[in-house]
T-cell receptor, first 113, second 111 residues
């Protein structure tokens, strides 16, 4: 069965510090992987996606993610966090030719001034 | 900017009432989805549709029902709401690019 695990429920970082959010997936075939961000009271917005090719993908707002097949991971990174990055981040996997999408439980990011 | 809209954004109702959560998109997407979101939990797929007159139940059992008689419209109905239905409901749609576009959600509270 497909599943997505985000082991960190809450993370707090200082503004300007680097960030890494972890995501592991379970899926038998080649996964289509996504990171979404949700600000309070809002829907989810796509940050970046990986379908194939270069395993390091760039997204919006200065985020990047690296796909590691051997570790079944797709971790999200940002070199320098801004206060406006405080939000909840969701990792997702798309399966069956994008007919279904499975999400992790999210990581809530707090940014200290 | 996503063109997918959910109404109402917030709803507080009593037990036993019938409610309909509306979801509309103007992007012409064939695939639409309803997710249930609870704090600290993964988003659970409760319904999906691949086009007009096509609806399927998702992986999380839900007492709600959906319909898809127009491409742009995918409403969710609860015939008799209960406190266990209290949750946030997110509607989404996609073309086959893989990107899901989400509405802002409908937060339902059943007293």
């Amino acid at each position: 069965a497909q599943s997505v695990t985000q082991p960190d429920i809450h993370i707090t970082v200082s503004e300007g510090a680097s960030l890494e959010l972890r995501c592991n997936y379970s899926y038998g075939a080649t996964p289509y992987l996504f990171w979404y961000v949700q600000s309070p009271g809002q829907g989810l917005q796509l940050l970046l996606k990986y379908f194939s090719g270069d395993t390091l993908v760039q997204g919006i707002k200065g985020f990047e993610a690296e796909f590691k097949r051997s570790q079944s991971s797709f971790n999200l990174r940002k070199p320098s966090v801004h206060w406006s990055d405080a939000a909840e981040y969701f990792c997702a996997v798309g399966v069956y030719n994008f007919n279904k999408f499975y999400f992790g439980s999210g990581t809530k990011l707090n940014v200290k001034p | 900017e996503a063109d997918i809209y959910q109404t109402p954004r917030y709803l507080v109702i009593g037990t036993g009432k019938k409610i309909t959560l509306e979801c509309s998109q103007t992007m012409g997407h064939d695939k639409m989805y309803w997710y249930q979101q609870d704090p600290g939990m993964e988003l659970h797929l409760i319904h999906y549709s691949y086009g007009v007159n096509s609806t399927e139940k998702g992986d999380l059992s839900s007492e709600s029902t959906v319909s898809r008689i127009r491409t742009e419209h995918f409403p969710l109905t609860l015939e008799s709401a209960r406190p266990s239905h209290t949750s946030q409901y997110l509607c989404a749609s996609t073309r086959d690019t893989g990107e899901l576009f989400f509405g802002e959600g409908s937060r339902l509270t059943v007293l």
